[in-house]
């Protein structure tokens, strides 16, 4: 036999004790029914950065229910937000706000001769961009504006140029892992590195049209997102809201006297509208960008169109452009346990493992892996001798099929609940209460009743001894 035999052989001996063991019945993830978590996961392990050009844009999305119990503008103060959705609500909430900030300082600087020099350059989208991904190390990871078709204003157009405008201006920061960064001598991410670069620049970059693949913040119907183009109107969907700003000197003194502006910025919905002013996106794969699977949320910013016109009447409030913040989907935490009053069903709901001696309780801080979730005892049951505490869902998650169907149950208590009776004499009997010197007396009384009786009894017992005697 040739060296050449010999190594075949090897390989094929090798080849099938791998694949002996791959079939191995003891293997603790093989005896497991694929579910739900089981189809996103795959979908997410196929997209790559080598791939995701060539990929449809139905492979680059989740479904919207993947998803569950997004805040919402009108049911903030009238729900109890539990820790498994505070990043959820932080990014509700810095998109409005970043949403009212650009609103205001566009229509703060609405004058056709002063005010266009003073208007936020591009380089200033660029720095709050930034700021935003900065501000949150492990929430936020993209931040942008992204502005409509002929709708952005430099500050450099003055009056001679009238209603000149930019066609598409969409600055958006990323951030990255810079572990491969020549500097990073430890080569361990730190999440200090941030890329910023303008969506609009270049060919083929019209992220408003349809064709566009990486823009789910732009048009989602089912996820209610449709802010640009607007096509609502003027002023029916528009709020306006107004404001007082004490405002300081060139040298820092404060102005007594408060600025009063009014200004057009995002809706502020009843409890029973549905049109809100800030939205989230399904989980989507930033191809190109962060590489990674991203979770948005969308508010719209309004701007009093066309600007630097003397002619009111032919101007409105329009919504102008969206602002996106957006952070890791593997960082959003999800309900594993049965769908119910509180666990709304959604995509990953019911993939639990509890027994049904066991109730499923849900773990914040596990993000989107398995195993976010304890298994506690039914009323009636008691945890085995052995057993401290409830029963872990990552140990669950990892056992095998003997481990799983001899463990992890609860056992009956055996005590039999009784709701207690009333026996005995049942009447209007009562008893008499007395006061504290009654009873004194009464006691003194019987005391001296006992000591004259003890007297009595010994003079009787005295005298038949002495008739004994006798």
């Known amino acids: 036999m040739t060296h050449f035999e010999i190594l075949l052989l090897y390989l094929s001996i090798c080849a099938g004790i791998r694949f002996v063991l791959l079939q191995d019945s003891t293997n603790p993830f093989r005896w497991f029914p694929p579910d739900n978590f089981d189809i996103i996961a795959s979908k997410m392990e196929r997209a790559n950065p080598e791939n995701c050009v060539t990929m449809s844009e139905s492979d680059l999305r989740l479904p919207p229910t993947a998803l569950s119990q997004l805040p919402k503008y009108n049911q903030i103060l009238s729900q109890q937000w539990f820790a498994n959705r505070s990043k959820l609500l932080h990014l509700h909430n810095l998109a409005l706000n970043r949403a009212f900030f650009y609103s205001y300082i566009q229509q703060r600087l609405d004058g056709p001769v002063i005010d266009p020099p003073f208007l936020p350059s591009l380089m200033y989208y660029y720095l709050s961009a930034a700021a935003d991904v900065s501000s949150g190390p492990n929430v936020i990871n993209t931040s942008a504006v992204l502005m409509d078709t002929n709708t952005t204003y430099a500050n450099w157009y003055g009056l001679k140029v009238i209603n000149h405008t930019l066609p598409l201006f969409g600055p958006m920061a990323r951030r990255l892992d810079n572990w491969n960064d020549e500097m990073n001598f430890l080569r361990v991410p730190s999440n200090n590195t941030i890329k910023i670069y303008d969506m609009g620049a270049g060919p083929n970059s019209n992220y408003t049209a349809p064709w566009y693949k990486n ?133 990953l709901a019911g993939i639990a493992r509890c027994k049904p001696t066991t109730l499923c309780v849900p773990l914040s801080g596990f993000g989107f892996r398995r195993g976010g979730y304890e298994c506690v005892c039914q009323p009636g049951h008691r945890l085995p001798a052995g057993q401290i505490g409830p029963f872990r869902g990552v140990d669950i998650e990892v056992a095998s099929k003997e481990e799983y169907e001899n463990g992890f149950d609860c056992l009956p208590v055996g005590w039999r609940e009784v709701i207690p009776e009333e026996t005995g004499v049942q009447g209007t009997l009562q008893r008499r209460r007395r006061a504290a010197s009654t009873i004194d007396v009464e006691y003194f009384r019987r005391l001296r009743e006992s000591d004259e009786n003890e007297n009595q009894s010994g003079l009787l017992r005295h005298m038949v001894q002495f008739c004994i005697n006798e």
Request: net charge positive; charged share 20%.
């Open 215 to 347: 823009n789910p913040y732009i048009r989602d119907r089912e996820m209610g997102i449709e802010f640009i183009p607007d096509n609502r109107g003027t002023a029916p969907s528009k709020n306006q809201y107004t404001t007082k700003i004490q405002l300081a000197t060139i040298n820092g003194d404060p102005i007594e006297q408060l600025e009063t502006g009014k200004f057009y910025g995002p809706n502020a919905p009843g409890m029973k509208e549905t049109f809100l002013p800030v939205r989230f996106t399904r989980p989507y794969y930033d191809c190109g960008g962060t590489n990674r699977w991203i979770v948005s949320s969308v508010s719209a910013l309004s701007d009093f169109m066309p600007r630097y016109s003397n002619i009111t009447r032919l101007r409105g409030p329009r919504m102008v452009g969206i602002v996106i913040q957006g952070m890791d989907f593997y960082r959003i935490d999800f309900n594993p346990c049965a769908p119910g009053l509180g666990n709304p069903n959604h995509f």
